[in-house]
């Protein structure tokens, strides 16, 4: 696996990592600030301030990388000539960030085709970096980090999010009553991203979801199979960055929630 070169010689790795770092100081310095909100949809909302991270990071790659593709969530896709994308969002959980709530986090990914290269997640209030790349194992902080070891649902601390998809927010409510109270613990975190960093270092021992676009996902779908799990959609297949729905867990556990919960598409 190789990965793309950029104009300065620097590694991927390391621009990546400047790109969050410098979007985190952004977040930090505006989380305690008013903020301009627009709603987008039902729940769903923007603000002024992750429209000025999205800029100032697709900034930074299309300095170093000009050939390589662009999806984010706050901009219009950029087609790339270098076969590499990078997918971008700019602040995963806005909806606590623009309420003061602190859990949030920017994210990258690099992807070619279908395959995710490498992946960060960056919770920029705790200064808690997640990255991972193909086949190198995944990180906090520089430390190695592993998926839980709990092989049933009932041991288990799961952490799950809602989405902006009435329906599908149902089936989620549906799925969280069939589990509860024969359970360790529910969460509803408010940040996929984060709910799959959670999964990948042990914090929770299971996430899930039902309406995902690529930027939730990709750097946490890296994440969670570099640290020894599995990311799966509902029907139990191998999960894409074009998947809607997705469950991160072991394959014990996995097995465990479906069979409780009932695979669905």
Known sequence: MELPLSRSGRGALEIVTHAAREAGKTLRSHFYADKQVELKGRGNIVTDVDLLVDRDIITILRDEYPDSGILSEESEEIEGDSGYTWVIDPLDGTNNYAFGIPFFSVNIA???????????????????????????????????????????????????????????????????????????????????????????????????????????????????????????????????????????????????????????S
């Open 110 to 264: 690099l992807v070619q085709g279908e395959e995710i290269l490498l992946g960060i997640t960056y919770d920029p209030l705790r200064d808690e970096f997640f990255q991972a790349e193909g086949r190198k194992g995944a990180f906090l902080n520089g430390s190695p980090i592993s998926i839980s070891t709990k092989t049933r649902v009932r041991d288990s601390f799961i952490g799950y999010d809602m989405g902006y998809d009435d329906e599908e927010g149902r089936e989620i409510l549906r799925v969280a009553r069939r589990l509860w109270p024969n359970i360790y613990g529910l969460r509803v975190m408010g940040s996929a991203a984060l709910g799959l960093a959670y999964a990948a270092c042990g914090r929770v021992d299971l996430y899930f979801h039902r309406f995902l676009y690529p930027w939730d996902i990709a750097s946490g779908i890296l994440l969670v199979r570099e640290a020894g799990g599995r990311v799966v959609g509902w029907g139990g297949e191998d999960a894409t960055i074009k998947n809607k729905g997705l469950i991160a867990s072991n394959e014990a556990i996995i097995g465990d929630f479906l069979r409780r919960v009932g695979a669905q």
